[in-house]
């Protein structure tokens, strides 16, 4: 490695170095602005229509300090995503084409627009027919249900993030493949592993029965087959973007 390659490195490290500190930065104000959010957000998932009939308790003195340090954690996160993917933009673009760093740019409000809608439909659809559905069982088996609070969350948690990390799914799809590291013919020939891979995240959040893997089965199919066709904007517009730059360079030859 000569000193060119040493120096060049170095100026990469530097480089993520201050974009890591400066969403560093925007993470710990964006926890500040979650601790006056997070007790009106508290509230209102303890007392959520499908809580009604829920006694919740705290199982360990320190459950509702967990609670309360969660939400500001994840408040904080959301708040601070759209910094997040700036830096991390403005860390990739200078290997990217000018147009697609004006595409990509463009990105990030489509991925906070997703982000929350997944949380949305986990919040809204998936936990009040899971609890239902759950609670219904336990009555059926003459079982009494007691929650613990931080159970409660946790549960809460586990299946709405990763319905704002899935609905991200189109949009990296055709991330991916303007960059030329995807493409819609791999996506169509694994289509089956992809189902079964969404299967088992399926499994994995729901309790086990039909009806659930059905609701969270089907979005996440939709989801796959409208990032396969996303794809296809994206591949194209790739290849327009190699060609025109491998004219740019035969002209400047």
Do not use: C
């Not at 829920?54 to 500001?72: E, S």
């Not at 399926?202 to 969270?216: C, E, R």
């Amino acid at each position: 490695m000569n000193d060119s390659e040493k120096r060049e490195i170095t100026e990469h490290l530097d480089e993520l170095r201050k974009r890591l500190l400066i969403v560093m930065y925007f993470f710990v104000g964006a926890m500040v602005i979650g601790f006056f959010l997070s007790k009106p957000l508290i509230y209102q998932m303890q007392n959520a229509p499908w809580t009604e009939t829920i006694q919740m308790h705290a199982f360990q003195v320190t459950d509702p300090l967990k609670i309360y340090l969660m939400i500001i954690i994840v408040i904080g996160f959301v708040i601070v995503l759209p910094a997040i993917l700036y830096q991390l933009w403005a860390f990739v673009s200078p290997g990217l084409y000018s147009n697609e760093r004006k595409l990509t740019l463009g990105y990030i409000p489509i991925v906070m627009v997703l982000m929350l809608l997944g949380m949305a439909f986990g919040y809204f659809i998936l936990v009040p027919y899971i609890i239902q559905f759950t609670f219904e069982l336990s009555e059926e088996m003459g079982i009494e249900t007691t929650i613990g609070i931080n159970q409660y969350f946790g549960f809460l948690f586990r299946t709405v993030l990763p319905f704002g990390v899935i609905f991200q799914m189109p949009i990296l799809v055709l991330f991916l493949t303007q960059l030329g590291l995807l493409t819609p013919l791999f996506l169509k020939q694994n289509r089956k592993y992809a189902y079964f891979i969404l299967l088992v995240v399926a499994a994995l959040v729901a309790p086990p029965d039909v009806m659930t893997h059905i609701l969270l089965t089907v979005p996440m199919i939709i989801l796959y087959e409208i990032s396969i066709f996303i794809s296809k904007i994206g591949y194209r517009r790739h290849l327009k973007a190699e060609q025109k730059a491998l004219e740019e360079s035969l002209d400047s030859d």
